[in-house]
């Protein structure tokens, strides 16, 4: 059965978005939300047959600002704009993801502060309901307004272009026929109204914060295994645990490590080999605090851009004016957005020193490089590939915000290359699920080298899972093919535990 949800153009909250997306939902209208957009509606038409030039409403936009639109041409320009703005390339955005597109847009529109046509809006709640969802190209903002993207669902909403529906692709024509709608006629401030905002980019960023939780749980669930492998030191936790302000990243960190090592060995008082561990290890709840802080800190902005508006111009309701804006600016996104990738990367690189130490015979007192025998190699040139993907990692962080050019004959002459930044994003979390693949597999192995008896409850159910995966090695084996299996289970969400023992909590 379906959930039902009412859009009011102010609530909207990210779990709603991921779920909407993901699952069945009939969306209502809030009726006083509906009045708004009318109000707004009969201020745009009152505006288009004054004589105030206003941007992208009776002139052409970006350089042609200069150029005046007469009456009886506001349908044409509208259908033009979205024409010229399909610059889009590359890869399709997937669907789930530009469903998702489709509800931040609607939600957007029901503020009052676009002042688009309401046939609009009740054709995009169809497409949600129906579940038609356009079919767009990912490749073309900087950052300043995901213009060539949202262009594709101009023109699905005037009944061209192609949309995702039942599994198939399909020419937009030939399903609105199907359902009987009726393409909208694009009016006075349509066209701009529809491409001028960061849906896609408010979208991407929904999913990215989704990923980094569950990478985040993912990885603090193998460290814990890891940290039993080599008889860990887990004073830094209880320290943090203990000091931490309420709330804190230390705090929350700490906490869900000794969660996972609930009833672990650790736990006991007995005499370790190290007082203290290497700083991959000792430093760890501290490193992922960070993460934990700037992942709060994204959180809240996103979430905050989904209550405001991102036009331009933009419709005063209280006023009755229209007024040219900066609402599309990206910078606090992109700006926290890089910080995360930053603090990514210092984790993926403490993951890697962990992967070694534990090859290390040195440090664990355990045989070289986890061989259970003299005839195998172990996982040493495993080593390689985890460096490999580290130093990918390191250099995807690069900044990448302050590399912009003027365009438009310089009118456009800044720009936060924010969805850049969202795909650096991707691809710095596919990198560090292969990491946290060969970490486990290490850990795994050197359990069962050590032969540990009591391992916490979240870390023996992760064990338990890794050894339907992969046996415990006693000869050389193909690890390119066990690691590929563990990190399909990472990135696949399907390992099972971090939903048990609670996901990180931002």
Known sequence: MAHKIILTGFDLQIVDVLRIAREDYVIELDSKSMQNVRKARQIVLKKANGTERIYGLNTGVGQNKDQLIALDSFENFNRNLIYSHLVAIGELVPEVQARAVVLIKLHSFLRGNAGVGEEIIFLLKELLNRHITPVMKATSSIGEADLGTLAFLGLVLMGEG?????????????????EDLKAVVLGVKDGLSIVSSNAYSQALSIFAIDEMRRLLSNMELIYSLTLEAVDGNITPFLY????????????????????????SYLLENHQRKSMQDPLSFRNFPSVVASLYDALAYLSTIVSTNL???????????????ILSTSNYDTTSVALALEMVNTALSQLARMSVFRIIKLGDSSFTDLPRFLAA????????????TAVRLEVQINDLTNTTINNFYPISSGIEDYATNLLLILSKNAQILSYFNYILAIEGLSAAQAIDLRHVKRLGAASQQLYSKFRTLVPFLDRDYNLSELVEKIASELIGNTLGIAASFGAAQL
């Open 373 to 384: 025998n003299e005839q195998m190699l172990g996982f040493q040139t495993l080593q390689k």
């Open 162 to 178: 192609e949309v995702y529906y039942q599994g198939r692709i399909l020419k937009t024509a030939e399903v609105f026929e199907k």
């Open 307 to 321: 209550t405001v508006s991102d036009e331009n111009p933009y419709v005063d309701l209280e006023r009755e004016e």
């Open 240 to 263: 943090y645990r203990k000091t931490a302000p309420e709330g804190s990243g230390y705090r929350l960190a700490a906490e869900k490590i000794l969660t996972n090592l609930t009833d």
